[in-house]
């Protein structure tokens, strides 16, 4: 069987055989051990928003912007990565990356106040950029199986660091909300050491990327459209990840079970779940689906009483894995820019969605009342929706990689070249 672009079809992602996802290099499982780490930061300060409410002395959306300093810097530093990685290679861009997390996650526990913090936060984001969108070019580029199974292992890392990462910050965060930020520069620390004992220096690109590329790539009509159907669909996301933890109002334990049970859903539907539900439906009617459903899970939090918004907290993450996992792979190839382009394009503009939630929610709720918010957050995850059903024809590529992988025929319509004036690419099978 041969796939859409000409060449074999790519292994099973799960087969237990050389090509599987648990047989890979001891480079790939060092990047995918320090990747968990980098996610982890992000869910970190989940359970312990209001502990630093309370002892910097601040509100609510003052303390948010540790979200929307971290995610601003990530979103245009994905503008630089691709340049930097070029020129010094991906495995000293990670150790880079690594070693600004270190430092700045180690300041932020020095904190006096919250304009103290929320600048080592931004310092924290611009480091995690670098490490992040260079570690899943390196994962594509190393692991064993083919794309699908390094995609597979990068949002296993993602899920089980948005699953560790309340949880640190809960059982740390119990005795001082600086002690997380303490051991996260600890633990990237020891990934700073992971790199550099077990990843070889990537080879480089032929052609050295400037800082232009990214944006470059996103002329392509497919790229374009994932990234503003993900840049909606990252607003809902950043929603349930930045403003329920004031809502729900609990201990850090509490919402950092909470935080927990949701990173262990996300983790389980992207990795294990999503794939075969687009083996069956297809990418983009798995997309759609779940993304209307997590509009309509979201209004319910918003309008349901504690115990209702704390399962729904919890069964955002089934949805948030799927949609994660779906997303990723439209990145990486929707279009015929190199992954590490396409991949710092697309981040470039879903990354801004994740600085501006954690700003405009706390702001929605002051001018009207707690229950708005959630019903924009709903509105945005229906607009990726639409973005999808509305841009189908751009997105067509990856549907007939499904159709490839789930080893049936490719129907007409999959078949159908796109022009290059419209999408960028032409595809053929063969």
Not at 136 to 142: C, F, Q, S, T
Not at 283 to 311: F, Q
Request: glycine share 12%; proline share 5%; aromatic share 10%.
């Amino acid at each position: 069987m041969r796939s859409s672009t000409g060449g074999p079809a790519e292994a099973d992602p799960f087969d237990a055989g050389a090509g599987g996802l648990l047989r890979q290099p001891k480079s790939v499982w060092a990047t995918a051990g320090a990747s968990v780490v980098a996610f982890m930061g992000i869910g970190l300060v989940d359970p312990i928003l209001p502990s630093i409410a309370k002892g910097l002395d601040a509100t609510a959306s003052q303390v948010s912007l540790l979200f929307t300093s971290y995610f601003l810097i990530t979103a245009v530093a994905m503008l630089v990565t691709g340049f930097v990685s070029s020129r010094i290679g991906g495995r000293r861009t990670l150790l880079l990356g690594l070693a600004f997390v270190v430092v700045f996650a180690g300041l932020a526990g020095t904190s006096g106040s919250v304009g103290e913090l929320v600048g080592f936060r931004a310092g924290w984001g611009l480091g995690n950029a670098l490490f992040v969108s260079t570690a899943l070019a390196v994962i594509v580029g190393a692991a064993a199986g083919g794309s699908a199974a390094a995609i597979l292992l990068y949002e296993s890392a993602l899920g089980l660091g948005m699953a560790c990462g309340p949880l640190l910050g809960a059982l740390l965060g119990d005795a001082s909300w600086r002690y997380p930020f303490f051991g996260t520069a600890v633990l990237m620390a020891i990934g700073f050491l992971c790199i550099t004992a077990f990843l070889k220096e990537q080879p480089r690109p032929a052609r050295r990327t400037s800082l232009l590329d990214p944006l470059k790539a996103l002329g392509h009509g497919g790229l374009a459209s994932a990234a503003v159907s993900a840049f909606f669909y990252n607003y809902t996301f950043f929603t349930v990840l930045a403003f329920t933890p004031f809502v729900l109002n609990m201990t850090p334990y509490k919402s950092g079970a909470v935080f927990f049970a949701w990173g262990v859903l996300l983790a389980v539907f992207s990795v294990i779940v999503a794939p075969r539900m687009q083996k069956r439906f297809g990418s983009l009617k798995v997309l759609g689906g779940s993304l209307v459903l997590l509009a309509a899970e979201v209004l319910i939090l918003g309008y349901g009483d504690h115990t209702t918004a704390v399962v729904c907290t919890v069964l955002s993450g089934a949805f948030i894995g799927v949609n994660n996992t779906v997303y990723t792979e439209l990145a990486l190839g929707v279009s015929d820019a190199p992954r590490p382009v396409a991949s710092a394009g697309y981040n470039f503009v879903r990354w801004f969605a994740a600085a501006a939630a954690p700003f405009f929610a706390p702001k929605i709720e002051e001018w009207t009342d707690v229950h708005i918010p959630f019903v924009v957050a709903a509105v945005t995850a229906v607009v990726g929706a639409l973005v999808v059903l509305v841009r189908r024809r751009a997105l067509a590529l990856p549907r007939a990689l499904d159709s490839a992988r789930a080893g049936g025929t490719l129907t007409a319509e999959e078949l159908e070249p796109r022009h290059a004036a419209e999408d960028g690419v032409t595809v053929f099978a063969d």
